[in-house]
């Protein structure tokens, strides 16, 4: 079996890292892997081992030249199916190219956001597969018209060792000059509106009013930095919240965190939680989404309804003031990744689609 795959993101987080564990994961089964991605990509170096790389520019669904040579790369390699992982353009021209070439298509859909109706079934209905890496997103495509039978949740992985990392809490204090005693809250995501960072402010001085110590890290970069900074500085939150920007040590800083929060209004599943449940934090979060699906309310965290700051504060509250708590939670986090998130479960899903796709051809 020879799969293409089309990634168009730089950095090699979310649903680029996904696709390194997968493309990982099929070469190790014998699976030939194609790997089309942006020019300069990260993961076009990573991916080296495990797959024949095509680097090209991708400017979007105006970039009518990089259909042209998706097409080449299709008429040259002759892939048994070509799976497209993002949007950008790809999620258009993907499923287009590969039925002028009658090669056979699939795509993972890895966002929770509505479409027309009628474009969603236009540009779904070209791919003979589609798969989503939650239930919350299956519904979305639902919802729009598109067939259940043609849809398939294969949820993303979370590579469970690499987040084995002792706390190191005095390395962790020393870096971003807080006391070791202060309690640690990490907010792990865009800095863009729908992530829901404002209503982490909101409630900070009712929280600080409890927990003087308290201290908040805002990891992410993204076009609200500015108008964070500018917000924290007007209400004087400055001791209290950091902007770290994005961090590739993730798995050093996560189990140093006393708690996870992720207020986001919509979010696919939200790849930064199965981090923190793999490092054994607990996690309170929107029920948007995939969210629930990562979350399990009162088990490894809590849920609250997207956008109520009463119902984020009590929750954040909850978890702060009751140690003991937040280490069973953090633990139930931990045992929940491994048993439902790992990397192989995640790629044998996907080779499930792909013979099922490939059966289907050949009948």
Avoid at 20 to 29: A, D, I, M, N, P
Avoid at 32 to 52: M, Y
Avoid at 98 to 124: C, F, G
Avoid at 328 to 333: L, R, W, Y
Wanted: hydrophobic fraction near 40%.
């Amino acid at each position: 079996m020879k799969i293409a795959h089309i990634e168009t993101g730089r950095h090699l987080y979310g649903g680029a890292l996904q696709v390194l564990f997968l493309l990982e994961g099929l070469s190790k089964r014998g699976i030939e892997n194609i790997l089309v991605c942006t020019r300069g990509a990260e993961i076009a170096r990573q991916a080296q081992p495990f797959a024949k790389v095509f680097e090209t520019p991708m400017g979007g669904e105006l970039d009518l030249l990089f259909p042209l040579r998706l097409s080449s790369m299709i008429a040259k390699t002759k892939p048994d199916i070509l799976h497209t992982h993002s949007r950008r353009g790809a999620d258009i021209w993907g499923g287009i190219c590969a039925s002028s070439h009658k090669t056979a298509s699939l795509i993972t859909r890895r966002v929770d956001n509505r479409e027309w109706p009628p474009l969603a079934r236009l540009k779904y209905n070209s791919y003979d597969r589609i798969v989503t890496i939650s239930n919350g997103i299956r519904q979305v495509l639902l919802d729009e018209g598109i067939s259940p039978e043609r849809i398939t949740c294969v949820h993303s992985a979370v590579d469970v060792e690499k987040y084995r990392f002792k706390r190191d809490r005095e390395r962790l204090a020393r870096e971003f000059d807080v006391p070791v005693t202060s309690p640690l809250i990490g907010v792990i995501a865009q800095l863009i509106p729908r992530k829901g960072h404002r209503y982490v402010l909101e409630i900070l001085p009712r929280l600080v009013s409890l927990f003087p110590e308290l201290k908040i890290i805002f990891f992410g970069k993204g076009p609200l930095e500015g108008e964070l900074r500018e917000y924290i500085r007007q209400q004087k939150l400055d001791n209290y919240v950091q902007l770290a920007g994005f961090r590739d040590d993730m798995p050093q800083i996560l189990p140093c965190l006393d708690l996870v929060v992720h207020p986001a209004l919509m979010e696919g599943l939200g790849v930064s939680l199965l981090q923190a449940a793999a490092s054994r934090v607990p996690i309170v979060a929107s029920r948007a989404g995939g969210i629930p699906e990562i979350v399990r309310h009162g088990v490894n965290g809590y849920l609250t309804s997207p956008g109520n700051s009463s119902e984020l504060a009590n929750a954040i509250i909850d978890i702060l003031s009751s140690p003991d708590k937040a280490a069973q939670m953090g633990k139930e986090g931990f045992d929940l990744v491994q048993r439902e998130f790992s990397i192989d479960s995640m790629v044998e899903g996907n080779i499930k689609v792909y013979e099922q796709i490939m059966g289907k051809n050949i009948n």
